[in-house]
C-alpha cells in the first residue's frame, strides 16, 4: 500500500491511497457492502464510488471464507474490482449478544441462533481467505461511558489481539490496520495508539466512535489522536457517516469514514440534502416537479421528481430503496469530494464554515 499526501489545510489532508492497482482519492467515505452488496442497491450506480467495506462478522457465517475464496476471493465473488475493506467482526461483539473471553468472543450466530466462538485468529483467516484489500484487527470494543477500568482492560485485550493479528495475517496482497480503542480517557488512547503505531500497521482506525458520544466529546478524542498518530499512514473513524460529522473529522486530518447511515436512512424515507434532511414521505412533495437536489448530479436527481419518489416510497416502498439509497450515498460522496477541493484550493475553513451554515 502507498499513501501519499497530496495537500494539508491546517490539519485537514488530501491524499492519495493506491492498493492493488486502484487509487482512492481521500478523504474518502465508505459505504457499507455487509453481505457483499448495499442492500437494494446494484454496483453499477456506485460509479463513484472507490471502496466498499464489507463484513467479516456475517461473510464468515454465511456463505462462508471458503466458498469465497474458491470462487477467486471477494471481489471475484460480487463482481466488484474496485477497493475493498473487510472490518473484523469486532464491531459485532459490542452490538450483537455475546460473551468476551481473553482468547476472544462467544456469539450467538444471528441466522439460526447456535452458538460459536470468533478468536483474533480466526477474524484473520477470514479476511485472508475472503482476500480483501484492506483487513481490520479483531479489536474489544465496549461502551464509550464504560469506566476508565474497563476501557484499560479493553485496550489491553486489544493490544493482545493485535500482536495476534500480526502474527496470523499471511495474505501478501491485504493491508493490515490497527484499531485504537480507550473511551474517551485521553491518557488511555494514547496508551492504545501507542500499542498500535509499536505494530507498524499499514494504517490506524480509531474505534470506539459514532456509539453514544457528543460531537464535542468525539471530536475532542480525534483531535488529540491527530497528534499522536504518524501522519504518513491512513487515519480511519470507524462507522461515522453524517455529513457535518464527517466535515468535523476531515478538520482534525481524519481520512477514511465508514457507515450504514445514508443507505439505512433512505430505507425510512430520509434523505440527504447538503447539511440537512427531507422525509420525502411529507405530504408537501406528493405534487413537487422538482428534482431532490438541484446541485446534485447523481442517476436520480437527473431522472426523477420528489413527487415520483414520495409515489415510489408511500405505493412501492421496496422499488423505491434503489433510488432513494443511490442519492444519499452520492450526495455524501459528493460533499467528500468538496471538501477534498477545499483542502487542495486551501480554503477548507470556508467550505466547512459554508456547509455547517448552509
Known amino acids: ?4 499526501i497530496i495537500k494539508t489545510d491546517k490539519k485537514a489532508r488530501a491524499g ?3 492498493l492493488n492497482g486502484n487509487t482512492v482519492e481521500t478523504p474518502t467515505f465508505m459505504p457499507v457492502a455487509t453481505r457483499g452488496t448495499i442492500k437494494s442497491t446494484p454496483h453499477e450506480y456506485l460509479n463513484k464510488t472507490s471502496i466498499l467495506l464489507a463484513n467479516a ?9 471458503k466458498i469465497i475464496s474458491d470462487h477467486g476471493g471477494l471481489h471475484k465473488f460480487m463482481n466488484w474490482d474496485k477497493l475493498i475493506l473487510t472490518d473484523s467482526g469486532g464491531f459485532q461483539s459490542w452490538s450483537l449478544p455475546t460473551k468476551l473471553y481473553d482468547d476472544g468472543v462467544e456469539f450467538k450466530n444471528v441466522y439460526d441462533g447456535s452458538y460459536f466462538k470468533l478468536t483474533p485468529q480466526d477474524s484473520i483467516k477470514t479476511q485472508n481467505l475472503l482476500g480483501s484489500d484492506i483487513a481490520m484487527i479483531f479489536d474489544c470494543l465496549i461502551d464509550i461511558d464504560k469506566p476508565d477500568e474497563e476501557q484499560k482492560k479493553a485496550i489491553e485485550i486489544t493490544k493482545k489481539w493485535a500482536l495476534i493479528a500480526k502474527e496470523t495475517h499471511n495474505n501478501s496482497l491485504q493491508s493490515l490496520f490497527g484499531i485504537v480503542q480507550g473511551g474517551l480517557n485521553l491518557n488511555l488512547r494514547e496508551q492504545s495508539a501507542k500499542s498500535m ?3 507498524n500497521f499499514d494504517g490506524y482506525a480509531i474505534g470506539g466512535l459514532a456509539i453514544g458520544e457528543s460531537r464535542e466529546e468525539r471530536k475532542s478524542v480525534v483531535e488529540f489522536l491527530s497528534n499522536v498518530l504518524p501522519v504518513d499512514k491512513p487515519r480511519y473513524v470507524m462507522g461515522l457517516g453524517d455529513t457535518i460529522g464527517l466535515i468535523d473529522l476531515i478538520d482534525s486530518g481524519v481520512d477514511m469514514f465508514d457507515c450504514v447511515w445514508p443507505a439505512r436512512l433512505a430505507r425510512h424515507g430520509k434523505l440527504i440534502i447538503k447539511n440537512q ?8 412533495y406528493e405534487k413537487d416537479t422538482s428534482p431532490l437536489d438541484e446541485d446534485c448530479n447523481c ?43 477545499s483542502i487542495l484550493n486551501s480554503s477548507f475553513d470556508s467550505f466547512k464554515e459554508e456547509y455547517l451554515n448552509g
Open 277 to 284: 434532511y427531507i422525509n420525502i414521505k411529507n405530504n408537501k
Open 57 to 65: 462478522y456475517h461473510l464468515h457465517l454465511r456463505p462462508g471464507p
Open 197 to 199: 503505531i509499536d505494530l
Open 1 to 4: 500500500m502507498k499513501f501519499e
Open 16 to 18: 492519495l491511497l493506491s
Open 299 to 341: 442517476y436520480v436527481c437527473k431522472n426523477f421528481s420528489k413527487a415520483y419518489l414520495r409515489h415510489l416510497f408511500v405505493n412501492e416502498t421496496t422499488s423505491s430503496w434503489l433510488y432513494l439509497t443511490v442519492h444519499n450515498i452520492i450526495q455524501t460522496e459528493n460533499i467528500i469530494q468538496q471538501a477534498r477541493d
